[in-house]
Nanobody, 128 residues
């Protein structure tokens, strides 16, 4: 089991940047979890943003953020990050990190129901 706590959200102008963090704690080694970031805007379904495998050697992005954002992890700090650059008003949402324990180093998922553990979310608001 793992507990996830996101931080780093806030209000930023269009074109600005933020870095979200997701700190994990629990009995299982963080390096055995694949991690994902999702977001949910008001009135919309939660959607995939980015994912990263065990080691951080493989990353995956939604088309809407590809080239603008970067997911990374520091297994020594039990933390996964999402660097948000060139923010747009349509990026406004609550951002959630998610974790799934896996024995496959290459595993990742873009579906919300593939992840067992979720954080409480952090609000990102981008003004125009």
């Amino acid at each position: 089991q793992v507990q996830l706590v996101e931080s780093g959200g806030g209000l930023v102008q269009a074109g600005g940047s933020l870095r979200l963090s997701c700190a994990a704690s629990g009995r299982t080694s963080f390096s055995r979890y694949a991690m994902g970031w999702f977001r949910q805007a008001p009135g919309k379904e939660r959607e995939f943003v980015a994912a990263i495998n065990w080691s951080g050697g493989s990353t995956y992005y939604a088309d809407s953020v590809k080239g603008r954002w970067t997911i990374s992890r520091d297994n020594a700090k039990n933390t996964v990050y999402l660097q948000l650059n060139s923010l747009k008003p349509e990026d406004t949402a609550v951002y959630y990190c998610a974790a799934e324990q896996t024995y496959r180093s290459s595993w990742y998922a873009t579906e919300t129901n593939a992840y067992t553990y979720w954080g409480q979310g952090t609000q990102v608001t981008v003004s125009s």
